[in-house]
């Protein structure tokens, strides 16, 4: 017998497509003899209940704080284990030390409920010691269930996507697009796996086949060959611009302020022109960031390429027999 205890956090969204019977990003609500995808009606109710639990939540707490008072009222944070003391001359947090906060426990009492003036939850043992030194904790990265083309192109000019690189990958394969960075997902995969080649990585896209696009056979046409970033030449009736950005990103002291936001088309096709990882990784990869936040659609197609072809440049000679 398989039991499924009910969820304290609704909706429940599907994550993953499965053979058919489950849809990504589908609702799916227990009706009489099945559990289906949720119908309109339900769901409104749902999102309804929601709002109302929320706004009773807010009630009691606000009702709380006023008897309390707000000059004796402090905030404990569970998830980083930091407490705003309210009146603290020196405005300082306070920030218990993970391994304390690990061996603080709650008692639940009811559902929330005050029970004859007894406070909703009780604090076991003692909390001695605090210093007022703060722990740093690493932030959590959080996926979207659907990666966008500007999300991924994002992910990489950011140089997160460290919890699922797989993920980016498989992404890749459901657009239609041919430049997209994806040499360093594979370099944080061989990060966890060296064991990860060129082979593994074949095998795995092939395995994607619900919804597979054009990515998808752009992507192993790159692997197999990516000689597809030709240098700009100089010439033209734009060779004057195009000679002017050269200089400008080979220069050492050029700053991100010091570049116009003009021109954008031959800044972007200049990039593929510049080799010096250090000026790419202390100029262009924060001009792309202002371009992409700023003149993605204008722009989309350059900024793919350019952002695939920083990524060759960054991490195709740091993967493991992938030449």
Known sequence: MIYTYKSLHKPVICTKYVNNALREGAIYYRYRAKSSEIKYADLIYL??????????????????????????????????GKININGNPDKKDIF??????????????GSFKEKDGAPALKLIGKINGITGAIVHRAKK???PTTITEKYLLT???????????????????HFSVKYLPFYYFIYLIQKIDNSFDKTKLKAEISKITVDAKFGKKYLLERIKSDDNFKEEK???????????YFVLFNDNSTNLEGIEEKNIDI???????????????KLIIPLLKKYLENNYEEHKSLLRKAISYVDKQLYFDKLINFS
């Open 234 to 244: 100089i010439t033209g009736k734009d060779a004057d611009l195009k000679a002017k």
């Open 96 to 109: 218990i030390d993970n391994d304390l906060l690990a061996k603080i426990k709650f008692i639940k009492e």
């Open 155 to 173: 992910t990489f000019i950011n140089q997160t996507g460290t919890a699922n690189p797989i993920n980016y990958i498989d992404a890749f394969c």
């Open 47 to 80: 999102l309804d209940e929601i709002r109302k639990n929320e706004q009773r939540l807010w009630m009691q707490t606000f009702a709380k704080m006023a008897k309390i008072g707000v000059n004796n009222l402090s905030l404990l944070d569970l998830k980083n």
């Open 267 to 281: 800044q972007l096709r200049m990039i593929l022109n510049i080799k010096n990882e250090e000026t790419i990784k």
């Open 141 to 143: 990265e959080i996926i």
